[in-house]
């Protein structure tokens, strides 16, 4: 299990994504699922991955094969001429990684899927976010839908539905994927820190700040402290309820 996040603001975009992969209680281990591809003055691109490890490893694989051997080169995400062409190419080789995987032996195709998140900008587009499908296909984020999530995504988005705002700053963006993230990792062991972050301001075409949180963070303690300390806080200060309108 994992959980990845792609919020979408009016003045760039911030992904964020967890390390823990397991395969049972007694085998869990840590893997990046955040990749990151940038040409500077030209595009900046983040994939975030979710799904079967060995199927998103594949996919990574095999479009940073076409970005480093000059014959591969077309098709690779770095030739594309937008994002919609990236969220194209990405969906293609996904669905081809599944396929291949699929005829090799085993049949059951869902114990093969993936989902990926694919945001960015390249030079002369607007900035962009995309949620690829096992199928190949996508869809892109709007105004109406302004983040995606992949993985166990039910604990933290009703944080990010009630508190998201597209005007948002950078600093607050962040703030408020903590505290989904800190939700989604209380109610799931599959769900762990370190937890990867990258900021992108829309139009600098490189990334602004990469980072990573680990278990020890003091700001994540102070965030994960805090916000269930203001639940309980804010638990209190409801009106009571009346069992004796109830009665008999």
Same mark, same amino acid.
């Given at each position: 299990?994992?959980?990845?996040?792609? *919020?979408?603001?009016?003045?760039?975009?911030?992904?964020?994504? =967890?390390? %823990?992969?397991?395969?049972?209680? =007694?085998?869990?281990?840590?893997?990046?699922?955040?990749f990151?591809?940038?040409?500077?003055?030209?595009?900046s691109?983040? &994939?975030?991955?979710?799904?079967? +490890?060995?199927?998103?490893?594949?996919? &990574?694989?095999?479009? @940073? @094969? $076409?970005?480093?051997?000059?014959?591969? %080169?077309?098709?690779?995400?770095?030739?594309?001429?937008?994002?919609?062409?990236?969220?194209?190419?990405?969906?293609?080789?996904?669905?081809?990684?599944?396929?291949? /995987?699929?005829?090799?032996?085993?049949?059951?195709?869902?114990?093969?899927?993936?989902?990926? *998140?694919v945001?960015?900008?390249?030079?002369?587009? =607007?900035?962009? +976010?995309?949620?690829?499908?096992? !199928?190949?296909?996508?869809?892109?984020?709007?105004? =109406?839908?302004?983040?995606?999530?992949?993985? @166990?995504?039910?604990?933290?988005?009703? &944080?990010?539905?009630?508190?998201?705002?597209? !005007?948002?700053?950078?600093?607050?963006?962040?703030?408020?994927?903590?505290?989904?993230?800190?939700?989604?990792?209380?109610?799931n062991?599959?769900?762990?820190?370190?937890?990867?972050?990258?900021?992108?301001?829309?139009?600098? +075409?490189?990334?602004? /700040? !990469?980072? $990573?949180? !680990?278990?020890?963070?003091?700001?994540?303690?102070? &965030?994960?402290?805090?916000w269930?300390?203001?639940?309980?806080?804010?638990?209190? %200060?409801?009106? #009571?309820? #009346? +069992?004796t309108?109830?009665? #008999?």
């Open positions: 299990m994992t959980y990845c996040v792609g *919020l979408m603001l009016k003045h760039g975009m911030v992904f964020m994504s =967890d390390t %823990r992969t397991n395969a049972g209680v =007694d085998n869990i281990s840590t893997f990046r699922k955040m990151s591809w940038d040409v500077p003055g030209d595009r691109i983040t &994939i975030m991955t979710a799904g079967n +490890l060995a199927t998103t490893q594949a996919v &990574i694989s095999l479009l @940073e @094969e $076409r970005v480093k051997a000059t014959q591969d %080169r077309n098709p690779s995400i770095l030739q594309a001429e937008s994002m919609f062409q990236v969220a194209v190419l990405v969906g293609d080789t996904l669905k081809e990684v599944i396929a291949d /995987h699929a005829e090799a032996g085993q049949k059951a195709d869902s114990g093969f899927n993936a989902t990926m *998140l945001g960015g900008q390249i030079k002369g587009g =607007d900035h962009r +976010l995309f949620m690829i499908y096992p !199928e190949g296909n996508f869809i892109e984020a709007s105004a =109406d839908t302004p983040f995606f999530q992949i993985g @166990e995504t039910k604990y933290g988005r009703p &944080i990010l539905v009630r508190a998201f705002d597209a !005007e948002m700053s950078f600093d607050d963006a962040v703030k408020l994927l903590l505290v989904s993230f800190d939700s989604t990792i209380k109610a062991l599959g769900v762990d820190l370190p937890l990867d972050v990258r900021v992108y301001k829309a139009d600098s +075409l490189c990334c602004d /700040h !990469e980072f $990573r949180i !680990e278990a020890n963070d003091p700001y994540y303690t102070a &965030i994960s402290d805090g269930g300390g203001a639940l309980r806080e804010a638990f209190g %200060r409801l009106p #009571d309820f #009346d +069992l309108k109830f009665s #008999d």
